[in-house]
């Protein structure tokens, strides 16, 4: 499919998740108590009454977000696409809405729209903005759903009807252009209202694409489990949220920080199986990104500077190479991206049958000698050494350019 409204998705490959709320004030802790848990879930975990939880609003007063910050953050590691939680489970916007006043503009002394501070900076500096929205529950009003409770009696048309359906019709109307509608957590959400959510999306921007998660199979795309990544290639469009520790949203004792070396095999993993990855950051209540997150963004930003034309638009090559334990490979037309992590003397790849032009290391163009050989056994093989002084990086990228169009793997005997 080349011409479908997701194709700047398909090419992006890597996005930044943003989740940001009211949970950023209490990092995981209330009244004394801390959550085992996900931060952004502690209203529930904790079984914190409304009426407490909204008491949050009026202390929240991030005066140091600052849109263009993370815009540039996101650019700087060579996210392509934002996606910001618009109103997780909590039921709080994080946006001016006209249809309730528990809106951070409404209840809070910030007083701010970040959401209109983004979607300006984004425009300015080429960046998709993308809204997650949580359709299902709403643990804020008295008719949207709630995980582990009894939703009986709850009158949920009601709440799509006076919260969901209005406030999706701001977003997709207030802030120009959207690149898609992050739905999550469907629950008993049936087949007719995610499709009545899908077209109500599509009736006001209809380039604007929807994730799996809206339910029932209607999404756009597939999200996978969060921080699951499939083992093998998957058919059609999918993508990966993740976090960069184990939470999402800010959680002041959760210091379990992926290094930039995990988080780029992830990327590149992904990127070399087919998918995107959505990576998150959760800003503290004073609208900071967490130090740690800025770090090992900026060294994946050194790595897509140098070898982007790796991953923007790659795609996996046809034939899954299951015995290769060092590293991956993406490729497009005419050329394969042999990425390698690990510290291997050399680079051997069996079975393979193209016939190499030139190859180099991506990032800085060192020439690259490629030793074509059929082996005593009568497979193809190529060989590549490394050149005497080579820069370090995580990730060495190999660029091999070659006669043919794909790479082609012939079967093992
Ligand atoms: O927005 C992020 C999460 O808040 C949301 N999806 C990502 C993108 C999410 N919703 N649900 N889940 C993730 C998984 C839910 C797990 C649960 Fe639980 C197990 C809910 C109740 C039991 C974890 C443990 C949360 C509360 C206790």
Not at 68 to 78: E, N, P, Y
Not at 89 to 109: E, L
Not at 137 to 161: A, C, I, M, S, V
Request: aromatic residues 12%; contains cysteine; glycine residues 8%.
């Amino acid at each position: 499919m080349k011409d479908c409204k997701q194709q700047w998705w398909k090419e992006a490959k890597f996005g930044m998740f943003i989740h940001w709320g009211l949970y950023a004030l209490l990092a995981g802790e209330y009244n004394g108590k801390k959550t085992s848990n996900i931060a952004e879930w502690i209203m529930h975990d904790l079984s914190i009454p409304v009426e407490e939880y909204e008491k949050l609003a009026a202390r929240f007063n991030p005066t140091a977000f600052s849109a263009q910050r993370i815009v540039k953050l996101a650019k700087d590691t060579g996210m392509k696409y934002i996606v910001i939680t618009s109103k997780h489970h909590d039921g709080f916007a994080m946006y001016k809405s006209q249809c309730s006043r528990y809106n951070i503009v409404d209840a809070t002394p910030f007083g701010r729209d970040p959401i209109k501070e983004l979607a300006e900076e984004c425009e300015k500096e080429g960046i998709k903005l993308c809204f997650y929205y949580s359709q299902a529950q709403d643990w804020h009003d008295p008719n949207g759903f709630e995980e582990g409770t009894d939703n009986e009696g709850k009158d949920f048309r009601k709440y799509l009807d006076e919260k969901c359906i209005p406030q999706l019709r701001e977003l997709l109307t207030q802030y120009g252009d959207i690149g898609l509608i992050w739905f999550d957590t469907p629950m008993g959400i049936t087949y007719e209202q995610s499709k009545e959510l899908k077209e109500l999306v599509h009736s006001i921007q209809p380039n604007c694409i929807v994730s799996g998660r809206i339910g029932n199979d209607l999404g756009d795309y597939m999200s996978t489990g969060d921080n699951f990544i499939p083992l093998l290639p998957y058919e059609g469009d999918w993508e990966v949220p993740a976090t960069i520790n184990n939470t999402w949203g800010y959680k002041k004792t959760d210091l379990r920080w992926k290094s930039a070396d995990k988080l780029l095999r992830n990327l590149v993993k992904i990127v070399s199986r087919g998918g995107n990855y959505l990576l998150n950051i959760g800003p503290d209540g004073e609208g900071n990104v967490p130090e740690e997150s800025v770090k090992v963004l900026g060294q994946i930003g050194e790595f897509m500077r140098l070898n982007g034309e790796s991953i923007y638009g790659a795609h996996p090559v046809p034939f899954y190479p299951y015995d290769i334990d060092w590293g991956y490979f993406t490729c497009r037309k005419g050329k394969i991206y042999i990425h390698v992590f690990d510290d291997i003397e050399d680079v051997y790849i069996l079975n393979i049958a193209n016939t190499p032009k030139r190859a180099y290391i991506l990032a800085d163009h060192t020439p690259l000698q490629v030793v074509t050989r059929t082996t005593c056994e009568g497979d193809s093989s190529w060989r590549i050494a490394w050149p005497e002084k080579r820069m370090k990086q995580i990730d060495t990228v190999i660029c091999v350019e070659m006669e043919e169009d794909e790479p082609i793997f012939e079967p093992i005997r």
